[in-house]
C-alpha cells in the first residue's frame, strides 16, 4: 500500500524511529515483557488508540506553541540534522517534558514530536536495564515491520541476551518472503481486523488478502503466536444502528465499495466462503446498507475460528472509544461493545475449532 511512509520509512536503515518503549508489560504477549513501539504505520484504523504513531512529524511547528515547559524546540517546517544524520524535524527535551500530551493532541498530522531515534546498540542498552526480569521483547507500533532493516540488525542482539522476541503487525507485510526476520523471531502477534474487503478497507485503509495469508502461512510455520480481532460495537453513538450514517460516512472517505444489507447477507457470505468453511476473498458489491456490526464481527470470527488451529491464542478486543479520534467515532460510534456480544462470539469461534479464544 502506497502512502507517505514509503518515503519516510526509505530513511530508515540503521537508526530505529521510536514511539515509546514499555519498561514492563503484560499486555503486549505473554508473560512480562518489554514492549518496543515504532513510529510509523501504513494503516489508518478508525479505531486506532494511538494515532499520534501513525505519521512522522512533518515540523510545522503546531505543537511548540502548546507545549507548557519549553520541551520542544525547532519546527517551522524545516528540517534539521540531528544524530544519525536523520531528518529531525523537532527536538524533544524529555528532560524537560511533564507528558501532559498537549502536543499529541495538537498535532493535525497524527504524529508525534516525542520520538527517538536510536541505534540498535542504543537500544539494546535501554534493554539490558529490564532483561533480567522480563520474558522477551515485543516490538509493536505503528507497524514495526516497517523499519525492519532495523529489526533485523537488532534482533540477533536482543537474542544474545537469551530473550525472545515477538512481532506485533497490522498483517500487511509479506513474512513469506522474508524468511531472514522470521527465522530470528518466535512469532507474529496479528491482526485480522476484518475479512470483508470493504469493510476491512473502510475500518484500516487496506483489504484482508495479505493478512489472511499471513496467518494461514505463519500457522504453517509455526510463526503464528496469536490472532487479533476488534469487535465492533452493535450500537453507535451517533449512529443509529446500521444504515445510512455508516454508508455515508464510508462513501465520503472514498471507499469504492458498497456493501450488502442483512437480507443479502446470506448471498454474501456464499462468495467468502468454500465448502469447508475457508475464506476466498472475493469482494462484495452492491448496492445497500453497511452489514450491522455484529454481522462483521461474526464473519470476521468464523473466518478466523475455520483457519486457525486449537492452541493458538484467538483473541478478541471490544472496541472501546476512549483515545479513538473524531473520524473513527463519527463512523463506528462511542459506545463499547457489549460484553455479552464478544462473549457469545467467543463461544462461537470455540465451537469451530479455536479453542484458545477469548474476550479481552
Ligand atoms: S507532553 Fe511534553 S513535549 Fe508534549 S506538550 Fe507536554 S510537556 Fe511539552
Ligand atoms: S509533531 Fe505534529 S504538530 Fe508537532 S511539528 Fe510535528 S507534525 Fe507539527
Redesign the pocket.
Known amino acids: 500500500m502506497a502512502g507517505p511512509w514509503t518515503e519516510e520509512c526509505s530513511i530508515m536503515k540503521k537508526i530505529g524511529i521510536i514511539n515509546k518503549i514499555i519498561a514492563f508489560s503484560n499486555v503486549d504477549g505473554p508473560g512480562n515483557r518489554t514492549a518496543v513501539f515504532f513510529q510509523g504505520c501504513n494503516l489508518h484504523c478508525l479505531y486506532c488508540h494511538n494515532p499520534e504513531t501513525i505519521h512522522f ?8 506553541a502548546v507545549c507548557p515547559t519549553g520541551a520542544l524546540e525547532g ?1 517551522h517546517g524545516k528540517a534539521v540534522m540531528g544524530e544519525g544524520d536523520m531528518l529531525q ?2 527536538t524533544w527535551h524529555p528532560q524537560k517534558c511533564i507528558s501532559c500530551d498537549a ?1 499529541i493532541k ?4 497524527l ?3 516525542k520520538t527517538r531515534r536510536m541505534t540498535a546498540e542504543e537500544l539494546l542498552t535501554e534493554i539490558k536495564k529490564t532483561a533480567p526480569y522480563i520474558n522477551g521483547v515485543s516490538f509493536s507500533g505503528g507497524e514495526c515491520t516497517l523499519q525492519r532493516d532495523f529489526l533485523v540488525e537488532v534482533i540477533p542482539l536482543i537474542r544474545q541476551l537469551g530473550l525472545g522476541v515477538l512481532l506485533d503487525s497490522n498483517g500487511t507485510y509479506d513474512f513469506e518472503k522474508d524468511p531472514e526476520l522470521l527465522e530470528m523471531i518466535d512469532g507474529v502477534m496479528l491482526d485480522i481486523k476484518a475479512v470483508d474487503p470493504a469493510v476491512c478497507r473502510t475500518l484500516t485503509g487496506a483489504g484482508p488478502e495479505m493478512p489472511i495469508k499471513n496467518l494461514k502461512y505463519l500457522q504453517s510455520v509455526g510463526k503464528l503466536a496469536e490472532v487479533r480481532t476488534v469487535l465492533l460495537p452493535e450500537e453507535g453513538g451517533s449512529l443509529p444502528g446500521e444504515g445510512q450514517n455508516r454508508r455515508s460516512a464510508a462513501s465520503g472517505r472514498g471507499s469504492e465499495t458498497i456493501l450488502v444489507t442483512s437480507s443479502e447477507k446470506a448471498t454474501s457470505e456464499g462468495s467468502f466462503f468454500d465448502d469447508d468453511g475457508g475464506w476466498h476473498g472475493e469482494a462484495v458489491t452492491g448496492e445497500g446498507d453497511l452489514h450491522p456490526p455484529n454481522s462483521m464481527n461474526e464473519l470476521t470470527v468464523r473466518t478466523v475460528a475455520s483457519l486457525l488451529s486449537p492452541a493458538i491464542p484467538y483473541k478478541l478486543l471490544r472496541y472501546r472509544p476512549f483515545g479513538v479520534r473524531q473520524e473513527g467515532i463519527d463512523i463506528i460510534g462511542n459506545t463499547i461493545t457489549e460484553e455479552s456480544a464478544a462473549e457469545a462470539l467467543a463461544a462461537l469461534a470455540r465451537s469451530l475449532g479455536a479453542e484458545n479464544c477469548r474476550v479481552v
Do not use: Q, Y
Request: some cysteine; hydrophobic content about 30%.
Open positions: 512529524c512533518v515540523g510545522c511547528s503546531a505543537c511548540l519546527g524535524p523537532v502536543c495538537a498535532c493535525p498530522h504524529a508525534s514530536p
